[in-house]
């Protein structure tokens, strides 16, 4: 199932690029910010560390459906992260240590965007995701004091995959087209991730991912 969602995006990408305008690659650093919705939660306690990566982006534009100019892109991305998180009160809880490294195929699509001046691009999108790969370690205890019992094991140990195999979100994208020779332009570009489903498929599945993307493209004007 998932390699056969992986392959309709792929040609449905395909096929709308022979509707486009505008081709054009880039790529660029990626900043991973994880995060949840549990401070409000006393028994709950989360330290995310920051991970890094990068991001491989091919795009068509100016793609026509009905009244829109549409904007369909493929990435290839990845990036990783730290986490520690417990829980838990009087009667026990447990806690939770990883680190991960995880490469995504993620497929964005931008309605109608804005563009100011003929050069400034402002648009919005959905993306969604599969996960290629992962690497991930860490640490799972647990404990009880009514009786007292405790233990502890390896996420290697414990699980075959950790991080979630689909992920879908919410994108922005700021570019800046400068003009180099007749039809092509290079663009410096910021693009921002708003995670709207967990990262990981085992606890703690409250955790979501915020990303921002810093890079520079090129693009041809057909």
Same mark, same amino acid.
């Given at each position: 199932? &998932?390699? #056969?969602?992986? %392959? *309709?995006?792929?040609?449905?990408?395909?096929?709308?690029?022979?509707? /486009?305008?505008?081709? @054009?690659?880039?790529?660029?650093?990626?900043?991973?910010?994880?995060?949840?919705?549990?401070?409000?939660?006393?028994?709950?306690?989360?330290?995310?560390?920051?991970?890094?990566?990068?991001?491989?982006?091919?795009?068509?534009?100016?793609?026509?459906?009905?009244?829109? &100019?549409? #904007?369909?892109? %493929? *990435?290839?991305?990845?990036?990783?992260?730290?986490?520690?998180?417990? /829980?838990?009160?009087? @009667?026990?809880?447990?806690?939770?240590?990883?680190?991960?490294?995880?490469?995504?195929?993620?497929?964005?699509?931008?309605?109608?965007?804005?563009?100011?001046?003929?050069?400034?691009?402002?648009?919005?999108?959905?993306?969604?995701?599969?996960?290629?790969?992962?690497?991930?370690?860490?640490?799972?205890?647990?404990?009880?004091?009514?009786?007292?019992?405790?233990?502890?094991?390896?996420?290697?140990?414990?699980?075959?995959?950790?991080?979630?195999?689909?992920?879908?979100?919410?994108?922005?994208?700021?570019?800046?087209?400068?003009?180099?020779?007749?039809?092509?332009?290079?663009?410096?570009?910021?693009?921002?991730?708003?995670?709207?489903?967990?990262?990981?498929?085992?606890?703690?599945?409250?955790?979501?991912?915020?990303?921002?993307?810093?890079?520079?493209?090129?693009?041809?004007?057909?």
């Amino acid at each position: 199932m &998932k390699n #056969r969602g992986l %392959l *309709a995006i792929i040609i449905f990408f395909l096929y709308q690029s022979g509707f /486009s305008q505008t081709i @054009g690659f880039s790529s660029g650093y990626l900043l991973n910010h994880m995060y949840d919705c549990e401070k409000e939660n006393p028994h709950w306690n989360s330290e995310y560390t920051n991970g890094k990566g990068y991001d491989i982006v091919i795009a068509v534009e100016d793609v026509s459906v009905d009244w829109a &100019k549409m #904007r369909f892109s %493929l *990435a290839y991305e990845h990036y990783d992260g730290e986490l520690y998180v417990r /829980s838990g009160g009087l @009667g026990g809880g447990g806690s939770k240590s990883a680190e991960f490294r995880k490469s995504l195929l993620s497929a964005c699509i931008f309605p109608h965007g804005f563009t100011i001046k003929k050069k400034l691009d402002l648009q919005i999108g959905l993306q969604l995701s599969w996960l290629l790969h992962e690497e991930f370690s860490g640490k799972s205890a647990s404990w009880s004091s009514i009786p007292y019992t405790g233990g502890s094991s390896t996420l290697e140990d414990s699980y075959d995959h950790y991080n979630s195999a689909f992920y879908i979100g919410l994108v922005g994208r700021v570019a800046y087209n400068i003009k180099i020779a007749e039809s092509i332009y290079i663009f410096p570009q910021y693009s921002f991730y708003f995670g709207l489903s967990p990262e990981f498929r085992e606890p703690p599945t409250e955790t979501r991912s915020m990303r921002h993307f810093f890079g520079i493209g090129i693009e041809k004007r057909l």
